[in-house]
């Protein structure tokens, strides 16, 4: 049997240790308090790791056709949101 894999956001909960500069886990802190923490940062790097997968795919459209302009970025994030909150997850972390 192979292994699993999980879409961005899926999965169970695993630990992971992770260094931060003091002032940035204050501040989260501060935000969110000590129970949600770990809910904050996935939720960050979730929504760092769906840029990144957008910031690709436009590239390489541009790489093959033409520059996409500001609009038409902006444009494609909220069809990238939309799409993928219907389908219900975003494609698996490669």
């Known amino acids: 049997m192979g292994e699993a894999t999980y879409s961005i956001g899926e999965g169970p909960a695993t630990r992971v240790s992770l260094s931060l500069p ?6 989260i802190r501060a935000r969110v308090g000590k129970r949600e923490f770990s809910a904050f940062i996935a939720a960050a790097v979730e929504r760092e790791l769906r840029g990144e997968m957008l910031d690709e795919y436009l590239a390489d459209y541009e790489s093959r056709k033409e520059p996409v302009s500001e609009s038409a ?22």
Not at 22 to 27: D, I, K, L, N, S
């Open 22 to 27: 003091e002032g940035t886990v204050e501040a």
């Open 73 to 94: 970025r902006q444009r494609a994030r909220q069809v990238f949101d939309e799409v993928f909150a219907e389908e219900g997850e975003w494609p698996a972390a490669s």
